[in-house]
């Protein structure tokens, strides 16, 4: 049974940071794409960033700069570091796990609150 369990989340200032992390079980952690995906009410879940199994890299326009992903694939674990906080970036962030040649995430963590204040 797979499981990507999210934690990290909280109430932060703007210009703070978070860092958030994806503890994965039951999957080849080291074979997926792993990315970080947030959505706030009322709108489409937007992908924040994704690291391929070989390391590539890819960040939304408006996280560029200011977040970065990294996975260790010893600890089954994904992280999402969040600089530069904004208000806009309120929203839950879920981690997702995509099997190469899959369209969209094959498995869903149950996502983790962030707030920021301004």
């Known amino acids: 049974q797979v499981q990507l369990v999210e934690s990290g989340g909280g109430l932060v200032q703007a210009g703070g940071s978070l860092k958030l992390s994806c503890a994965a079980s039951?999957?080849?952690?080291?074979?997926?794409?792993m990315g970080w995906y947030r959505q706030t009410p009322g709108k489409e879940r937007e992908l924040v960033a994704v690291?391929?199994?070989?390391?590539?890299?890819y960040y939304a326009d408006s996280v560029k700069g200011r977040f970065a992903i990294s996975r260790d694939n010893a600890k089954n674990t994904l992280y999402l570091q969040m600089n530069s906080l904004k208000p806009e970036d309120t929203a839950v962030y879920y981690c997702?796990?995509?099997?190469?040649?899959?369209?969209?995430?094959?498995?869903w963590g149950q996502g983790t609150q962030v707030t920021v204040s301004s």
């Open positions: 039951g999957l080849a952690f080291g074979s997926y794409f």
């Open positions: 690291e391929s199994a070989g390391g590539s890299l």
């Open positions: 997702a796990a995509r099997r190469i040649g899959s369209t969209r995430p094959d498995y």
